[in-house]
């Protein structure tokens, strides 16, 4: 059974850093595009990040570049999203994906989390003094 699941979140003061954990059951990421996005209430899913191959380069929100990194860790099939520098703005529901198309699968500018086959369940992260 394909899993993803999310964790790491939590209340944290503006400019602090997180780390977002997503472990991978039942499939093996080494192939896999491999993306975060976030929704908060009331708005639309936003992707954030992604990654659709091992040599390509890693896609990054405007809204988070320069303060978030995706890395993947192939030794133990799980995604991280390092969050430095948050902001009240970044509250929010994060949500790890994947899909199985690889370098195939969108990524970029234009890619909607709709566009992966597999989601987690999500871990809230609330950023507030």
């Known amino acids: 059974q394909v899993q993803l699941v999310e964790s790491g979140g939590g209340l944290v003061q503006p400019g602090s850093s997180l780390r977002l954990s997503c472990a991978a059951s039942?499939?093996?990421?080494?192939?896999?595009?491999i993306g975060w996005f976030r929704q908060a209430p009331g708005k639309e899913p936003e992707g954030l990040s992604c990654?659709?191959?091992?040599?390509?380069?890693?896609y990054y929100a405007d809204s988070v570049k320069g303060r978030f990194t995706l890395v993947k860790d192939h030794a133990v099939n799980t995604i991280y999203l390092y969050m430095n520098m948050v902001k009240p703005e970044d509250t929010a529901v994060y949500y790890c994906?994947?899909?199985?198309?690889?370098?195939?699968?969108?990524?970029?500018?234009?890619?909607?989390?709709?566009?992966?086959?597999?989601w987690g369940q999500g871990t809230q992260v609330t950023v507030s003094s």
């Open positions: 994906a994947a899909d199985p198309r690889g370098s195939l699968a969108p990524c970029g500018s234009s890619w909607r989390p709709a566009h992966y086959d597999y």
């Open positions: 039942g499939f093996t990421l080494d192939n896999y595009a």
């Open positions: 990654k659709n191959s091992r040599d390509s380069a890693t």
